[in-house]
């Protein structure tokens, strides 16, 4: 059976990067944001939103998901309403992706929210990974071109790496790429994988 390595971090520490090193050393990778991202456009999940928030996170016919994250950003109840849209499409397709692995003795699951959203209930093993506050900060400005302010708000919604680290069996230290990658290493051989 396929186990599930479940990995998240705060936003910018470099969960993604991370997730990158575990693939070039041949583990498949699935991407939650991403999937939620594109799951987000299709037919059945776009009725079901128009159903809960209306026409007018609309443009079109088109999904505004910049008007949409502004309405649930602020909102607990409707980001509750988006999640329970949002979650079990998620669980439905990683369902159908994780069939096709089976050849694969670990998956790694990234996800953002692994603890908010409750996934973390079905990962076999929880990597967390972990950069100082202030270059997560920079990181995620330069790459979205944001503000600090903005990054400040996002980084306050989420659970805090104390919180996160507790539950997980392996932290990654992200604060550069030579410290982030002998920590993958490291777990590949505790994990037998290399
Ligand atoms: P989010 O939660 O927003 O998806 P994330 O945790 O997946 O973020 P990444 O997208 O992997 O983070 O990294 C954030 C930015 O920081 C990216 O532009 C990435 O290239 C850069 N970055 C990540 N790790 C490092 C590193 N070790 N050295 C330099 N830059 C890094």
Not at 43 to 52: F, H, Q, S, V, Y
Not at 136 to 150: A, F, G, H, L, M
Request: aromatic share 6%; hydrophobic share 40%.
């Amino acid at each position: 059976m396929t186990k599930i390595i479940g990995l998240t971090g705060g936003i910018g520490s470099g969960k993604t990067t991370v997730a990158n090193h575990f693939r070039v050393a041949g583990i498949p990778v699935y991407i939650a944001d991403d999937e939620a991202r594109k799951i987000m456009q299709s037919d059945e999940i776009n009725a079901e939103i128009k159903k809960k928030f209306g026409d007018t996170v609309f443009d079109n016919g088109i999904l505004n998901r910049e008007k949409l994250s502004g309405i649930v950003f602020n909102d607990p109840e409707k980001l509750k309403l988006l999640n329970a849209i949002i979650h079990p499409a998620v669980k439905k397709h990683f369902s159908s992706w994780i069939l096709n692995q089976k050849n694969a003795p670990y998956i790694i699951y990234e996800a953002a929210i692994l603890f908010e959203s409750g996934s973390y209930k079905d990962c076999d093993i929880i990597i967390t990974v972990t950069a100082p506050l202030e270059l997560r900060i920079q990181r995620v400005i330069q790459r979205d071109k944001t503000t600090r302010e903005n990054v400040l708000s996002r980084i306050n919604m989420q659970w805090n790496d104390e919180k996160r680290i507790d539950k997980s069996d392996f932290v990654i230290e992200n604060d550069t790429t030579e410290i982030a990658k002998s920590a993958v290493d490291k777990i590949l051989k505790i994990l037998k994988i290399q």
